[in-house]
């Protein structure tokens, strides 16, 4: 099983450059999640989706927009990067947070300059 | 500050016990995990506790909550090697559905 993939795994962007990271699952989650992980911080979600169709903003939305076109694929696209955004993301796919386990992917190292 | 709060640091000898802590804010938490972290991979649920619980135990791991303190820990016996890793505990609030994290601890564990 593939799981959660999430790609490219490291990327490097200059300031106003945009790019989209792009997730995929494929264990016919409804529920999946962005976040971002600073050193030394836990994470903080960016984005959810309930279902294909239907996002919702996260504690830091700022900056990030999603979409949600199949239940398989979560892209989060960065518009105009900037050296704040530099940080590792994941994704990850689940049910509804409560007694079932989010799966996350592998990670996605960015660095702005 | 962090709403979910950890130490960012525990060095153990290996075969000896790990207890890492964690005490959070609010009060309507309903769900309430620990997650592994290695270098340069995602996180890993180990365990997760109903905050009407206050034990569970699952193999090595033991998670204790105390609700009034709303304190969390999570204790590792006969520690490995293998357990060395970033461990974050995250609760979920009655509302919404967004996980909040604390800052991680660090666990080194020395042969």
């Known amino acids: 099983n593939a799981g959660v993939t999430q790609t490219p795994k490291f990327r490097i962007l200059k300031i106003g450059q945009s790019m989209t990271l792009q997730c995929a699952q494929d264990?016919?989650?409804?529920?999946m999640y962005w976040y971002r992980q600073d050193p030394g911080m836990g994470l903080k979600l960016i984005y959810y989706s309930v279902g294909a169709g239907i996002t919702d903003k996260g504690e830091v939305p700022n900056g990030y927009n999603v979409s949600r076109s199949t239940t398989e694929d979560f892209p989060l696209r960065l518009e105009l990067a900037a050296p704040s955004q530099t940080s590792v993301y994941f994704c990850?796919?689940?049910?509804?947070?409560?007694?079932?386990?989010?799966?996350f992917g592998q990670g996605t190292r960015l660095t702005v300059v | 500050g962090e709403d979910v709060e950890q130490s960012l640091f525990l060095s153990v000898r290996e075969g000896d016990s790990s207890v890492i802590n964690c005490t959070y804010t609010?009060?309507?938490?309903?769900?309430l995990y620990w997650y592994k972290q290695e270098p340069g991979a995602g996180l890993q649920l180990l365990t997760y506790?109903?905050?009407?619980?206050d034990m569970k135990q699952d193999q090595r791991l033991t998670v204790l909550l105390n609700k009034k303190d709303k304190h969390l820990s999570l204790r590792i016996a006969d520690t490995q090697t293998g357990d060395s890793a970033i461990y974050f505990c995250a609760e979920k609030r009655n509302a919404g559905n967004m996980l909040t994290f604390g800052g991680g601890t660090r666990l080194m564990v020395k042969p």
């Open positions: 264990m016919n989650h409804n529920y």
């Open positions: 506790i109903f905050s009407n619980m």
């Open positions: 609010d009060s309507s938490s309903t769900y």
């Open positions: 990850a796919s689940g049910g509804a947070h409560g007694n079932t386990e989010a799966f």
